[in-house]
């Protein structure tokens, strides 16, 4: 029925993807470090003790390297949605847009204003106000985090809206909805403990490299303390959060749920894969192209808990949710495709009913739209199921990468703390070793939560509504290969400049205090 | 409060708004024009340091405007963010990317093992300096003089807008007039520039040269604005019928809107007034304060500007290809209850304006110093 150019598809994804991935690369230590600095400057004040300025400013100038990539990255993201997804930003603009300007107005302006202060103010501005300033930057980075994940949770379960078939847009009806949707506030909660977490990981192996180097060991034992007691507060927030945005996720995005898990067919009482290898079913008559996962490690009964707090409870599999399953009430997709095509030649009709003038056509084709309406975006799917399931394998395994590295990092944090306050952190090799490899692991466990979030709700832009494919600009493909290689570069080489500026950073080591 | 309001009387509020946020970029972008500004003004490393740290402790304030005007827009008038940035995604891509490499210049410019070395960033600066400028210049252009997209129901059984030009927004630069608005801009960054670093940095050999630099950039400068605005009293305008909604062209359309618009006249020419004073009080009298009349002149100027672009029926992103899908504050608009959520957001503006003046007036207060670049921690 529709046309696609699966070229400039894939490829706009594919810029997409990598301008939020390196964005995301140095988001989370701004969202977490600023606190950490916060809480160091907080004790330098109250101490009064030079040694903690000096900390601060350490990882401060850190902060300072990381946050200009980090702006750099992130002001491609905002126009991108106007840029590559302009189909998207008109069809959902309406909701879309606002958390994008609160951010600009609460968050960005908070941020950038103090950032100053906190750079360049030691000596131009009273001590109270430094670190008022320092907080504000923390609270700024924090609050901006919030707004955009607003903005993602919506997409994932779009709430407080309804479409509109004047404008032929979906238009807010509820700002409070949108805002404190329970994905939203989960999604927020979840990322920004996740942030604390890769940040503690970050200043623990930095301070980590020091001790086994012999070097400037005041400053390292001092940033373990403060960075650890952060990071196990960071880890068990992320963990806590993490339970309830799977409880989410299994609700509202059933599909990214049973990717998550490599779960083929649906049944009660479903046990957890601690791990497991996902390979293509031995069964050729097999109509569904899920993979299966062999050789699993289970917990008992715990994935029904977990979706549902229920051990007994039913989890659908991907064939229970593409084939239909009566007994559960879960309606087959060729059911929804059908209903979404429904949805979208009411609106067709509605529009032309209107330009005819046609009153009572335009009613009726506005009340068979709005029953349809559900299902919209299954409208542009033929009966090809292949397409309405995410990649398993990469949902998967990111998911069982993320939290196998979550758990290693509360055990990191424990010992860590443990053998600091004990004072013998600096003969803990191992540990100190581990916590110098342990920094692009957490870096790894992020990027794989976000693949989770992303990848695991593919097909979709916006959750049943609207197909990633139908959210593009209208633009030659090679425009955006264009685009997409440039961006490659520019960032790439952006980020090689940032990695040596920051090692050459952490060797040369604090600044001893000079006069002020 | 708000919510009482009729939804023509939000859409004319938040153009204002948004107005504001252009007036400010416009107004910030002496950032960047300091940046084309680095070799001209200062001839040694010492002076090029102070200049740059000078222009370096506002560069953010620069680009979170700019960021905030892309955000405020797309959520007041969504469909202007769509066709336009998906549109004309040659002149957008090229603008973001002088963003993206001033973002890192400044922080990275004088680190060690920066691997592509301190000219290089420096160029960067320069880059998006002119880059910046003069195509957000000529970007705003178009709102004069139209774009080439249409605005259609039906591709893929929703409503979309697609480009009806293969370059993509860079066809704009055809455009005389519109370059003129742009390299309007780029003189008058250029200025501001001058007159924020002669207030800023302390050195008497940065300051003999303040002059020199005013003058060369003033002359343009009038030039290309004198140009632009008398061509705009002369030419056809995008009018739109407020009941019907259909476009029509309309000659002397902007001189119309100056007429019919006493009010945004005054502030026009208050602007231009304000601007020139500056100018005086920066050429013949050597004056700080010249950087604050200048400033405030050219928020009011481009204020006005904006506003004669959006109000007083005028589609205020026409298109040249396509008479009835040019956009105008009615038909582009978020609907009424994100209009009302936002506006109680709006509230918040006058706040952030009143720290961010606090913070400047502290941080600003005292001039940077050759010793202050030798002993402070955190120096670019």
């Known amino acids: 029925m529709f046309e696609f150019d699966y070229t400039l598809i894939d490829w706009s994804r594919g810029q997409f993807a990598l301008t939020a991935m390196y964005h995301w690369l140095f988001v989370p230590l701004t969202l977490g470090i600023t606190f950490l600095i916060a809480i160091m400057e907080t004790i330098y004040v109250r101490t009064g003790n030079p040694e903690w300025k000096k900390i601060t400013k350490f990882w401060m100038t850190l902060f300072g390297i990381n946050f200009a990539i980090g702006v750099a990255t992130g002001i491609i993201l905002e126009f991108e949605f106007g840029t590559n997804w302009s189909q998207y930003s008109w069809f959902v603009g309406d909701i879309f847009g606002a958390p994008l ?5 609460m968050a960005f302006f908070m941020e950038t204003t103090f950032i100053a202060v906190m750079f360049f103010g030691w000596n131009r501005v009273s001590k109270k106000f430094h670190l008022t300033s320092t907080w504000l930057v923390a609270i700024g980075s924090n609050l901006s985090a919030l707004w955009i994940l607003v903005a993602n949770a919506w997409m994932q379960d779009p709430v407080g809206m309804k479409f509109n078939p004047d404008t032929a847009r979906n238009e807010m009806a509820n700002f409070w909805d949108v805002f404190l949707s329970p994905m939203a506030i989960n999604k927020f909660l979840h990322t920004i403990t996740s942030a604390y977490t890769l940040s503690a990981v970050f200043v623990i192996g930095i301070s980590a490299w020091f001790l086994l180097k012999g070097r400037h060991q005041m400053l390292a034992k001092k940033s373990m303390i403060v960075a650890s007691i952060f990071g196990l507060a960071g880890i068990f927030g992320t963990i806590g959060t993490g339970d ?43 109509t569904i192209p899920g993979k299966e996962v062999v050789y699993r490690i289970e917990i008992p ?9 229920n051990p007994d409870a039913f989890v659908p599999g991907v064939k229970d949710l593409i084939n239909g399953n009566a007994e559960q009430g879960i309606p087959p997709v060729a059911e929804k495709i059908a209903s979404g095509k429904i949805a979208i030649q009411a609106l067709a009709d509605y529009k032309e009913a209107q330009k005819n003038q046609n009153d009572s056509a335009a009613l009726a084709a506005r009340t068979l739209l709005e029953k349809h309406y559900r299902y919209f975006g299954y409208g542009y799917f033929e009966n090809n199921e292949k397409h309405l399931i995410p990649s398993i394998p990469l949902t998967f395994y990111s998911f069982r990468i993320m939290v196998g590295l979550g758990m290693l990092f509360v055990l990191m944090f424990a010992m860590v703390l443990l053998w600091t306050f004990r004072g013998r952190m600096e003969r803990k090799k191992f540990w100190l070793r581990l916590a110098v490899i342990a920094i692009p692991f957490a870096y790894l466990a992020s990027m794989c939560g976000w693949i989770v979030a992303e990848v695991g709700r593919q097909p979709w832009v916006i959750q049943d509504l609207m197909p990633t494919m139908t959210g593009v600009t209208r633009i030659d493909a090679t425009a955006v290969q264009t685009t997409f290689w440039m961006f490659v570069v520019i960032f790439t080489s952006l980020l090689i400049a940032e990695i040596s500026i920051m090692v050459k950073q952490v060797k040369v080591g604090p600044k001893e205090e000079g006069g002020n | 409060m708000f919510a009482n309001l009729s939804h023509y009387a939000l859409q004319q509020y938040w153009w204002v708004i948004v107005s504001v946020l252009g007036a400010l970029l416009v107004f910030l972008m002496f950032v960047q024009g300091g940046q084309t500004l680095i070799y001209t003004l200062a001839r040694n490393d010492s002076d090029r340091r102070m200049l740059i740290n000078a222009l370096g402790r506002k560069w953010e304030l620069t680009f979170t405007t700019l960021v905030t005007f892309g955000g405020a827009f797309f959520a007041s008038f969504p469909l202007f963010y769509s066709t336009s940035f998906g549109g004309a995604y040659w002149v957008w891509i090229a603008i973001l990317i002088s963003f993206v490499i001033q973002a890192v210049a400044y922080e990275y410019r004088s680190k060690p093992a920066n691997v592509y070395g301190r000219k290089t960033f420096e160029t960067f600066l320069f880059l998006n300096g002119l880059l910046g400028t003069i195509l957000i210049g000529t970007a705003v252009g178009t709102f004069f003089n139209g774009a080439n997209f249409v605005v259609e129901f039906g591709h893929q059984g929703i409503a979309t807008s697609y480009w009806a030009h293969p370059a993509h927004g860079l066809e704009a630069v055809l455009n005389l007039h519109n370059v003129a608005l742009g390299l309007a801009v780029f003189f008058l960054a250029r200025i501001l520039g001058a007159l924020f670093i002669h207030k800023q940095v302390e050195s008497a050999e940065v300051a003999s040269r303040i002059r020199k630099s005013l003058i060369r950039n003033t002359i343009p400068f009038l030039v290309f604005f004198l140009y632009f605005v008398i061509h705009l009293m002369f030419k056809d305008g995008y009018a739109y ?16 809107n100056i007429l019919q618009m006493p009010l945004n006249t005054a502030l026009l020419l208050a602007g231009v007034l304000l601007v020139l004073y500056g100018l005086f009080l920066g050429i013949f009298k050597g004056k700080e304060t010249a950087f604050t009349f200048t400033g405030l002149g050219t928020v009011l100027t481009v204020l006005a500007l904006f506003l004669l672009a959006g109000f007083n029926n005028t589609c205020y992103y026409p298109s ?17 209850t994100t209009l009302t959520a936002m506006s109680w957001v709006s509230l918040l503006v006058p706040f952030v304006l009143a720290y961010i003046w606090y913070v400047w007036w502290s941080m600003s207060r005292k001039k940077i110093t050759k010793e202050e670049m030798d002993t402070d921690s955190h120096v670019y």
């Open chain 1, 301 to 309: 009964n715990m994935l029904s808990y977990m979706a549902y707090l």
């Open chain 2, 241 to 256: 019928d407020p009941e019907t909604g259909l476009v029509s062209m309309e000659s002397y359309k902007y001189l119309h």
């Open chain 1, 244 to 286: 309830g945005s799977a409880r989410q996720v299994a609700h509202k995005q059933p599909m990214k749920f049973a990717a998550m898990e490599g779960l083929a067919k649906g049944k009660n009482g479903v046990n957890l894969t601690a791990l497991g290898f996902v390979v293509n079913p031995d069964n050729p008559d097999d």
């Open chain 2, 320 to 336: 040249a290809h396509d008479l009835q899908s040019s956009l105008n504050i009615r038909n582009s608009s978020s609907s009424h």
């Open chain 1, 101 to 105: 300007a609160i951010e600009g107005i």
